[in-house]
């Protein structure tokens, strides 16, 4: 595709269930970025992929949050046991992976969880 | 560890004049990169303008410049003629430039308002 895409754009859960947020990355992108964005908030990292590379998961917030990148391109971002202070936007980015070239973000799925 | 601060957390600006974006931001690296994000309510962020640490020129694209101040670990924003369509909120942010993983470190944001 031209961009990255996120599906669902927007998606309601109760507390406690299971969700899955899924990014496809632009074609030939070795570098993958997931952000969260709460209300009043800037976005704040959670996991990085890069290539065949070991992930950054240094800005996952609690076991909950897991994220897995299939072959290289298509990311899902898995959030268990949801809470209402997982309610946020969740951001995905790609890029080339080299120091200062692009981002390229996603818009974005809106998570409520009632 | 990098930060990036956005200290007006909501600013206004009439159509047609000029308003200043602040943002500062902390790191011990002598290269990098800085940015200026806009999101509308689209939320799909688009880059504006982008700053090597390098090169002493401020970046400018058409009404956006910025003033980079190396030595201050100062980065604002200038937008010139204000148009209706500027309004959104501007992201700063920080890449290092050998970093392990380049990603981009985001200041809280700045709210612009445009007055018609």
């Known amino acids: 595709g031209a961009g990255v895409s996120q599906s669902p754009s927007n998606k309601v859960t109760e507390k406690g269930k299971d969700v899955e947020l899924r990014c496809d990355p632009i074609?030939?992108?070795?570098?993958l970025y997931w952000y969260r964005q709460s209300l009043g908030q800037g976005l704040e990292f959670l996991i990085y992929f890069q290539g065949n590379s070991a992930p950054d998961k240094s800005g996952l917030p609690s076991d909950r949050f897991s994220a897995e990148r299939t072959g290289g391109s298509v990311s899902t971002l898995t959030i268990q046991r949801t809470q209402q202070e997982d309610s946020a936007v969740y951001l995905c980015?790609?890029?080339?992976?080299?120091?200062?070239?692009?981002?390229?973000f996603g818009p974005g799925t809106r998570l409520t969880v009632t | 560890a990098q930060t990036v601060t956005q200290s007006q957390p909501e600013m206004s600006v009439q159509e047609a004049e000029t308003v200043t974006l602040s943002c500062t931001y902390d790191t011990s690296e002598s290269d990098y990169y800085l940015f200026w994000y806009k999101q509308p309510p689209s939320r799909q962020m688009i880059l504006v303008i982008r700053?090597?640490?390098?090169?002493?020129q401020n970046a400018t694209e058409n009404r956006f410049s910025v003033n980079f101040q190396k030595a201050a670990k100062s980065f604002s924003l200038k937008i010139s003629d204000s148009q209706l369509g500027d309004a959104a909120m501007y992201f700063c942010a920080y890449s290092g430039y050998r970093g392990a993983t380049n990603k981009l470190i985001f200041g809280t944001g700045t709210l612009l308002a445009v007055q018609p």
């Open positions: 980015a790609s890029s080339s992976g080299l120091a200062g070239l692009l981002w390229y």
């Open positions: 700053q090597e640490a390098y090169k002493q």
């Open positions: 074609s030939g992108h070795t570098a």
